[in-house]
């Protein structure tokens, strides 16, 4: 393990809001101004580098991860050691301009790498939570942090939510659902697919092309509108657009310290498990983590992702869940590879 090295985990931020004014709701958040958003990713210490926009969002791939625009709702993941939390006040302040309001905050991570690394307020789990129960509006008065443990001392999933205390819609389809993979050691054959060579004269987009197809990672959905960037020397993010759903990965892959993560949103009446077994293969990871988030808890769901990748060679170490006030429910799943070839 490297004594330092770049931070692959990422930290998530998803805030959702609501507004008076139903003439808002067609672009609402997509009015934002790209000044507006770029002033929200310098308190956050990153930027653009890519964007792509269908008819239901915006999605835009940083030069640390990926932020996802919608008219109500705003999804931002970054690695390193960004401050994701800094994003908060300035997005409320934003949203209030056009009439919107937090109504929903939720806020995610696994267990940093290189934890002494990490700035304030992501120095430790309190100090998030400390940073969030100041920052956020007291209304979202429904509230919880959990650190939900696995296993492994070294690796644990981190949530919390805070809600208002009424109804929201938004909150109740159980049949959708997130899924946060995280995977960690991975195959070093596969990683160095995401290196480029040192005469690459590419730009960042047509090298990122590249990567998606050598690798494989246009099929995993292949519905999906790609926007995808290849970092120098090394490293590569994609989003994918599938009609109101996305899709993130993101690969650090230097050896020592070597992470890909993939999320998306789905359906519990998807078959989820195709999209778990390409993932595995594209990376082969020595060891991942699945946390899964939905408001219809079912068992058949998380089996299924056991079963998927059991035959890939590997075996399910643990599985925690916890409830969330108006928030649904987290399952946090963790394997590791029985076996080197998978």
């Known amino acids: 393990m490297a004594v330092s090295g770049f931070e692959g985990f990422e930290k998530r931020l998803e805030l959702h809001f609501f507004g008076d004014d139903p003439a808002m709701f067609p672009l609402g958040l997509r009015k934002l101004e790209f000044d507006s958003i770029e002033q929200v990713l310098e308190a ?34 970054t690695c390193g050691t960004t401050q994701l939390l800094k994003s908060i006040l300035p997005l409320i302040h934003y949203a209030h301009h056009l009439g919107l309001t937090l109504c929903s905050c939720r806020y995610t991570r696994g267990s940093f790498i290189f934890p002494k690394s990490q700035p304030f307020p992501h120095t430790s789990f309190k100090d998030e939570v ?10 979202l008065c429904l509230r919880k942090a959990s650190i939900m443990p696995s296993k492994s001392s070294s690796h644990s ?31 070093p054959i596969l990683a160095s697919k995401f290196f480029r060579r040192p005469d690459d004269q590419k730009s960042g987009d047509s090298a990122g092309k590249e990567m998606t197809e050598l690798t494989g990672i246009n099929e995993i959905n292949p519905e999906a509108l790609i926007c995808d960037f290849a970092f120098d020397p ?42 778990l077994r390409k993932v595995v293969q594209i990376f082969r990871p020595g060891t991942m983590s699945i946390s899964t988030t939905c408001n219809g808890y ?5 089996t299924q992702m056991a079963s998927a990748v059991e035959p890939l060679g590997f075996k399910c170490r643990s599985r925690a869940m916890d409830q969330f006030p108006a928030a649904g429910t987290v399952v946090f799943q963790t394997f590791t590879a029985r076996r080197k070839s998978v």
């Open 298 to 302: 079912t068992n058949d769901m998380w």
């Open 130 to 139: 400390t940073y969030l129960q100041d920052t956020i509006p007291s209304n």
């Open 234 to 275: 090394c490293g590569y993010s994609m989003n994918g657009m599938d009609g109101d759903w996305y899709s993130t990965i993101h690969v650090t892959p230097e050896d020592g310290f070597s992470y890909a993560s993939f999320e998306c949103v789905g359906s519990v009446n998807d078959n989820i498990g195709h999209v």
């Open 44 to 77: 956050v210490q990153c930027t653009v580098v890519s964007a792509v926009g269908n008819s239901y969002f915006d999605a835009y791939v940083l030069s640390e991860s990926s932020l996802f625009v919608y008219p109500t709702k705003i999804v931002i993941k």
């Open 157 to 187: 999933w981190h949530v919390f939510t805070a809600n208002i205390n009424s109804h929201m819609p938004y909150l109740h389809d159980s049949e959708l659902f997130t899924m946060e993979i995280c995977m960690t050691e991975l195959d």
